[in-house]
């Protein structure tokens, strides 16, 4: 083994041409995760790091937030912090996608919003309901 960090990129499972990134291309914090077009940018690409989901671009972590909705909890970066908002488990990496679940809502996972696939959809956390918009392939840079 050559010693580099493995990286990860999150395709939507029926819509490969997506992949989760941070709007924006990851330069503010704060900034919200999104499908975008899968065109290979370093900010659709994270490491996962003792349940942290970094960004490889702007070195900020993947957390839950309802601050500015309290009734919808979104996918945003933020600096890394020992909270268990920014900690994820993944689950059932296969040929079906795996499922990003919430640490600190462990009853949510990851969910492409509305099923709308397009640029700058937002990821939220919603209610496992075994749909393909809470499925995502792995794919290893």
Request: with cysteine; aromatic share 12%.
């Amino acid at each position: 083994m050559n010693g580099k960090q493995l990286k990860y990129q999150f395709c939507p499972k029926n819509f490969s041409n997506f992949a989760l990134d941070i709007c924006g291309g990851g330069e503010y914090r704060r900034a919200p995760l999104v499908i975008f077009d899968n065109n290979g940018s370093t900010s659709q690409l994270f490491y996962y790091q003792d349940g942290y989901l970094i960004n490889k671009k702007s070195r900020l972590a993947l957390s839950a937030s309802s601050e500015d909705d309290p009734e919808r909890i979104e996918v945003i970066q933020s600096p890394q912090r020992k909270q268990a908002e920014q900690l994820w488990k993944i689950y059932e990496s296969n040929k079906n996608g795996c499922i990003i679940w919430s640490v600190k809502y462990p009853m949510l996972c990851m969910t492409v919003e509305e099923g709308n696939y397009s640029d700058d959809t937002s990821i939220i956390l919603q209610q496992y309901d075994k749909s393909g918009n809470q499925r995502f392939i792995i794919n290893c840079k």
